[in-house]
């Protein structure tokens, strides 16, 4: 077993899965504070304090923690989701311990300096730009707030240009001293790294950061909803999507390959039906998100304006007939692709590193490989089809961006 | 050394890299088959041919394709460039042998069926237009065109609507026969594979192959030019460029070490000047960019329409400062950041395999990972600062998409 977890006395949990066979090493820490743990005006906030832990601390300026982190060739990064924060990092093994000491010092002691604050408030505002200028990416923040309307799970990471803008640095101490506490965070490193070394450089570095103070988490509520826009495209852009699974439910396997076998990969059914069969879309896919409370079903689509009244019957017969029959051929190719991927990705120390951090965030403890497996295994026919059945009778939530007449063809999704 | 290439009589390269470490493999098949090898009428052809490849065989239709990969939850891909083709997969190691006779089956015995043909020029088109809706990815079409005017190394890799649409299956049938011949060629595989038992596999799957007819390449000669178009937009999306070097150059590591401290990772110059500094974008960065005979040097920026007049005297200042002068700091961070980027790279089976297919495409034969390092760690002060004036003393190149008035005050890049 290369997985060992160490919970530190303030609550901060500690994970390393050590691989014999590398020289780098991938270390983050996992933040559980992300857009639904904002309110409605700061929205944007989890991103902007993701920002601004680069932009200096008490002991380094924010060119110094650049140069620091190049010096060695190492590799700083970040990014926020709903539901959560992540800072990471992959270097050479000798270097963990800068990498620790930054990540540290960016997270406990960043200055929040107000005329830094002003420039990154811009260029988070350029980044929500230059998301809109881009259709097949803008598309999911529309989708994401028709699915869940007017509760922080339909929020849009980035903000909104007035909100971000309007954040205090005072306001963003007050955030981060709620959201980022012992027991709201891990600490996971894989690949050549020793497990009791980096306890003692993560309790070193987090050992005094006090626990939680109540953070409030409001339930995500599935909705289902309807955003269509008009825009001068080449193609229309459309997400179509329906209520998921929470993490932990007893059907998650089944979602999984029932993704997978539907709009996953070459051999799927949308892709073979609207892409090989029709060719009415260069790219066609569905994904399975999930949440601790509420999950998210979608497929996305990008097709020429002229081409949705075919697409939109084929899209339709295919979510009926998942429901009805689905083959042993497809079950057993399903697990393959699902154990395959895993397997594969355990080669990769950042993909082990991440996965660690958000099972424990997500289940209190990592998985074994074999666990993982005996589920995916346990993945039958009927099973699929009944959480298909489960997952489309619910109410659909459909986005678009296109011209208007295509647009008004999308309705009979919505039925 | 992990690495061994046998030639076999016909002319094909094999490599193989072979890694105790792991229990996956990644192979493909290089062709040097691009977009510059193409004829002005059929401009797309090698892209709408990696497309064909996949759409049924005299062995396998499409479907059957997809569905014996994804069985065994290996996955197959493929991508053109402007001077190369690859068809490439990743699997466990049991199931290499499955993937090499596919890879064979879709390059050897393709049918290139007219109906499949007709269904796959609309899904071509679908992408043409899908690039055309994001504006980061387009941009770099416009900039390769005002680069390369009037040659085939300026032509887009996906190519014109017109031109996809009015290929033939024999046209295709031709363009294969002349392209894909056995001495084009470089089939590689790394991660958990044994030299020997992947040479018979190829050999048995490719040993029959033809050597080349005559491939004409037309010489890549860099002009510079100004493109810019109007667009709504919310951002300005500029690319400023040079002409750069080609392989083989004695100062390909200089320019590398250029485009790092100048504009890649955190703490590049532009990256500090830009972005942290001023909060003038979200996203910049430069790109090098090398090919047998010439080279692209690229600087990339995302920026608010009303941002470009702050922009543009600071992008004309750091240009003109990095032929001036470079510090030793930053000579050692970009050494650093080479290095250490190479090391990681070679814990992915994925990396190994498209590295030692490139480099015998390039240079003809393997490098190793010592001749590299002593080529970055020669790389010097002056020798940056000499690229950087042998670079931009050439004739630039403008691409931008935005508003008009923003558009008219990039006027001053091109002076």
């Known amino acids: 077993m290369s997985v060992q977890v160490t919970t530190l006395a303030n609550g901060l949990r ?3 899965d050590t691989m014999d066979s590398v020289e780098t090493v991938a270390v983050g820490i996992w933040v559980a504070a992300g857009t639904r743990h904002e309110t409605a005006d700061v929205n944007g906030i989890s991103h902007l304090l993701e920002h601004m832990a680069f932009k200096g601390t008490q002991r380094r300026t924010a060119q110094l923690i650049a140069e ?3 010096n060695v060739g190492g590799q700083l990064n970040a990014y926020t989701s709903r539901d959560h924060t992540a800072y990471y990092a992959k270097m050479l093994k000798e270097d963990l311990g800068l990498a620790v000491d930054i990540l540290a010092d960016i997270l406990l002691n960043s200055t929040m300096d107000e005329e830094e604050l002003a420039r990154e408030q811009h260029v988070v505002v350029q980044e929500i730009n230059q998301a809109d200028d881009t259709p097949d990416d803008i598309i999911f923040d529309h989708f994401q707030a028709a699915a869940f309307p007017e509760q922080p799970m339909g929020w849009p990471v980035l903000g909104r240009e007035d ?3 309007g954040v205090t640095s005072q306001r963003l101490r007050t955030y981060m001293s709620s959201n980022y506490a012992a027991d709201n965070m891990v600490a996971s490193a894989s690949g050549a790294v020793d497990h009791g070394a980096f306890v003692r450089l993560i309790e070193n570095a987090f050992g005094n950061l006090p626990r ?3 953070v409030s988490e409001v339930a995500g509520r599935y909705q289902g909803g309807d955003f ?7 193609q229309i852009h459309v997400v179509l999507g329906f209520g998921g699974l ?10 999984g390959a029932l993704s997978t076998l539907l709009g996953e990969g070459m051999s799927s059914r949308l892709f073979q039906e609207i892409r090989e069969k029709r060719g009415l879309a260069y ?11 509420t999950g998210l079903f979608s497929i996305y ?4 304006q002229s081409d949705v009244q075919k697409l939109v019957p084929v899209l339709r017969a295919e979510i009926e007939k998942v429901q009805a029959k689905v083959s042993e051929d497809e079950v057993k190719r399903a697990r393959a692709q699902i154990k395959a991927g895993l397997l594969m990705s355990l080669e990769s120390p950042g993909s082990r590193c991440a996965q660690s951090a958000r099972q424990i965030m997500v289940y209190g403890r990592p998985l074994t490989v074999a666990e993982i497996i005996a589920k995916v295994d346990a993945v039958n026919a009927d099973g699929i089809c009944r959480v298909a059945q489960r997952i489309f009778s619910g109410k659909p939530t459909l986005a678009a961006l296109g011209e208007g007449k295509s647009l008004d063809g999308l309705q009979s999704l919505l039925n």
């Open 68 to 70: 620091e982190m190049d």
């Open 301 to 304: 689509m990008g097709t020429g």
């Open 212 to 214: 939680r103070s109540a």
């Open 163 to 165: 909100l971000v803008r």
């Open 283 to 293: 790219s066609v896919f569905s994904t399975s998100q999930s949440f601790s409370d």
């Open 14 to 16: 500690v994970v390393t």
């Open 228 to 234: 269509r826009q008009e825009r001068d495209l080449e």
């Open 246 to 255: 929470p993490h932990g439910d007893p059907d998650f396997y089944n979602l």
